[in-house]
């Protein structure tokens, strides 16, 4: 068996090395590109844009989201925000009411039928050319969409995503989702380089209107209308763009639990999703998005549930191995065979150590990356020590029960 699990471990580890070193040669090739795209000339005309916030007990949080569209620079006349209320239980009905006499707000109340439904309902009334979806506990940055208007002047760029970053780490918890935002940032740039992004987030994604007129409105889904929005783009031939420079802040989930329960919705979706449009999968016509985008999340779920199974049968064959030879000797004499040495001729010279730490290297190269991408600044720091053993541990565990959740057709749920 062991020549088997070294064999795949090559292959996966393989896979994982080409991505970091495809990602950093197009990082390389195309900085060029990477370029701000804030046109603030006097005689810039910008179109109309609807924004929806849909909500569901965001009473807490949805303030704080309406006012940082209030403090957006953008002309006033061509800004229109619409709040929905998706039928919440707390006081979210009553914060929205304090913004009903604002000009250019306006507000809804639906009985709860889920997030999509809420967008649905505010597409179905929006008149404007773009319409853009903002979650109740996000908040954008004065320049985003202006940065990210920019990005239409292409008429064959049919949505653009910003930048997500989490809004004031406090947690460890928190500061490795950080960590992890921050290479999204890296990641999804040289993705939409490429036309390649595989889902349009609820923090501030920008649409032409046309989108939701010729394709249909959002889906349920498996709870990812989001992710499924971008694969039918892909279907139809519409481009997708990422505006690195336009800054969306988030809440993100504040315990392992929370954050479990996000990311096992987030990987069903995209596990699903990916059944549901598997027609698409390795064809040429419609490339990057079908050829390594996709590919490329199928691996990866693939190496962390065998990985995960390998650490656990190494585990378990070392305890045995341990038991069997306490058995044997007795417990004093295993503790004086046990002695640390420090003896070069013990470090393990194996191959899979050394491609291993190449990895690793990689990673690192692509969380500086990220970072200088996120904040400005090449700023390594303890958090992506952090996101490294935290992910490696828990990122598993969401991953096999959305694989064993699919197999059971066993629905995953917001709350």
């Known amino acids: 068996m062991e020549p088997i699990f070294n064999v795949i471990f090559y292959a996966l580890t393989f896979c994982a090395v080409y991505v970091e ?71 979210t009905w009553k914060v929205l009411q304090e913004f009903a006499n604002i000009p250019g707000i306006q507000i809804f109340q639906k009985e ?70 921050q290479l999204s940032v890296y990641i999804k740039k040289m993705l939409g380089l490429m036309n390649g992004i595989h889902v349009t987030p609820g923090p501030f994604s920008i649409y032409r209107i046309a989108v939701f007129k010729n394709l249909g409105l959002y889906r349920l889904a498996h709870k990812t209308e989001d992710m499924e929005i971008a694969y039918r783009m892909h279907e139809h031939g519409y481009r997708i763009e990422q505006c690195h420079d336009a800054v969306v802040n988030t809440k993100t989930p504040p315990t392992i639990y929370k954050l479990y329960r996000q990311r096992l919705r987030w990987i069903y979706g995209f596990i699903n999703n990916t059944i549901d449009y598997r027609r698409l999968l390795f064809r040429k016509k419609y490339g990057t998005f079908a050829l390594f985008t996709v590919p490329a999340g199928i691996v990866s779920i693939f190496a962390a549930t065998y990985l995960f199974i390998y650490m656990l049968y190494s585990w378990g064959k070392v305890i045995v191995n341990t038991f069997l030879q306490i058995q044997a000797v007795g417990v004093k ?65 969401w991953i096999i029960t959305a694989l064993f959740n699919t197999i059971t057709r066993r629905e995953t749920s917001w709350r």
């Open 333 to 397: 004499a295993t503790t004086l065979n046990s002695h640390v040495s420090l003896d070069l001729f013990f470090v393990s010279t194996h191959a899979l150590v050394f491609i291993s730490i190449i990895l690793y290297i990689f990673v690192f190269i692509s969380l500086l990356i990220g970072s200088k991408m996120a904040t400005g600044k090449f700023r390594p720091s303890f958090a992506m020590v952090w996101y490294i053993i935290i992910y490696s541990i828990i990122a598993p565990v």
């Open 21 to 91: 070193i495809f990602f950093l040669y197009t990082f390389i090739e195309r900085k060029d590109e990477i370029v701000t795209r804030l046109d603030d000339r006097p005689d810039r005309v910008y179109p109309s844009v609807t924004v929806i916030v849909p909500c569901w007990n965001e009473q807490d949080t949805v303030k704080g989201t309406v006012d940082s569209l209030l403090a957006l620079d953008y002309p006033k006349d061509k800004l229109h925000i619409m709040l929905v209320d998706d039928g919440s239980t707390d006081n």
């Open 112 to 181: 709860n039928g889920g997030k999509h439904t809420a967008m649905n309902l505010g597409i179905t009334h929006a008149t404007t050319e773009f319409i853009g979806c903002l979650d109740a506990d996000s908040f954008v940055t004065s320049s985003a969409l202006k940065r990210m208007i920019p990005y239409f002047d292409d008429p064959e760029v049919m949505a653009v995503s910003p930048s997500i970053i989490v809004n004031n780490p406090k947690r460890h918890i928190e500061w490795a989702q950080m960590i992890e935002y």
